[in-house]
């Protein structure tokens, strides 16, 4: 299951002691890069471009699925979906907790493959939660249940507040509310392939440090107070652009470097940090992607992606 890419170019958060309540209202852009993941039969591991990992989302989506089954006695059905080649044993545990590996006879192998690294604002710790939440769902005939076991997971893990809604909903995404239900615009895009989304992964951030500490809050909620509502008045891709521009820097999480590629970057739509990573990315026309190029080191040229909606 392919699942975007997200770029959120400015938020506001929003905590509550129920986690799918918690998120951020914002906005962003998902890619046509993003994570591929794949259920197969196994020895419960996670791999992550073929590294074996301990990945906080999928582990958490995996708790929210079992419990949900096991909650709705919907554990003694198996999905008439299974084909030949990816029958799927299962035994569900009676306690889970914190570890993959106590998910007894899980039989399980969560495959991600993915176009990004972890911990650089490109909401691919969102993607894969959501992608295993897809999967186990289908498996599991319990398709509404997606979007929920995906954004807890996230939220409880600290690697994110609006990336997975977003994902969810795909394209131009403007959050409305915090969390669920959904409340998103979804901003249509005309002539939407003629924009390229250029982005260069410059270092890592830990987003868990910065949405988790009361000074950052914040300052964060604080400079984003207006800008949701001045892009619900013009919501086109310059405007977003300028107020993530504005937003990065007048919160300080721009770092220097990104400000100077910001300066070298304004013939374009727009520029700006992602949020949250050190990862700076435009948006230009065909005609300034060969000046964009010029300018970074290591370019990664997308598209904007517009489907979603995965149920």
Not at 28 to 49: A, C, D, W
Not at 241 to 264: E, H, N, P, R, V
Request: net charge positive; with cysteine.
């Amino acid at each position: 299951m392919f699942i975007p890419a997200h770029i959120t170019g400015f938020f506001k958060i929003y905590k509550d002691k129920d986690l799918l309540k918690t998120g951020s209202t914002g906005a962003g852009i998902t890619l046509n890069k993003g994570v591929s993941t794949n259920i197969v039969e196994g020895n419960e591991e996670i791999y992550f471009n073929g590294d074996k990992t301990q990945l906080c989302p999928t582990i958490e989506v995996i708790k929210n699925c079992m419990n949900y089954l096991n909650h709705t006695n919907l554990n003694t059905q198996k999905s008439n979906r299974l084909n030949k080649n990816n029958k799927i044993k299962y035994k569900l545990s009676n306690k889970l907790d914190n570890n993959f590996n106590n998910l007894n006879e899980f039989n399980y192998n969560i495959i991600h493959k993915s176009d990004f690294p972890l911990g650089c604002g490109l909401g691919t710790s969102g993607a894969c939660a959501l992608g295993v939440s897809y999967e186990l769902c289908k498996i599991y005939n319990a398709e509404s249940k997606i979007l929920e076991f995906a954004h807890g997971a996230e939220v409880k893990c600290g690697t994110g507040l609006g990336d997975v809604v977003a994902q969810y909903t795909g394209g131009f995404v403007i959050r409305k509310k915090p969390g669920l239900p959904l409340n998103v615009e979804k901003i249509n895009i005309k002539n939407i392939n003629n924009y390229n989304v250029v982005v260069e992964i410059l270092g890592k951030k830990e987003t868990n440090k910065i949405i988790n500490n009361a000074d950052w809050i914040n300052k964060i909620n604080n400079v984003s107070d207006n800008l949701l509502q001045k892009l619900l008045k013009n919501p086109t891709l310059k405007n977003f652009m300028s107020l993530s521009y504005t937003f990065a820097k007048d919160t300080g999480l721009a770092t220097d470097k990104i400000i100077s590629l910001c300066d070298d970057l304004s013939f374009t739509i727009g520029s700006s940090q992602a949020m949250l990573g050190n990862t700076v990315f435009c948006i230009c026309e065909d005609k300034d992607l060969n000046d964009v190029l010029s300018i970074l080191n290591n370019p990664i040229v997308c598209k904007i992606y517009n489907e979603g909606n995965y149920e």
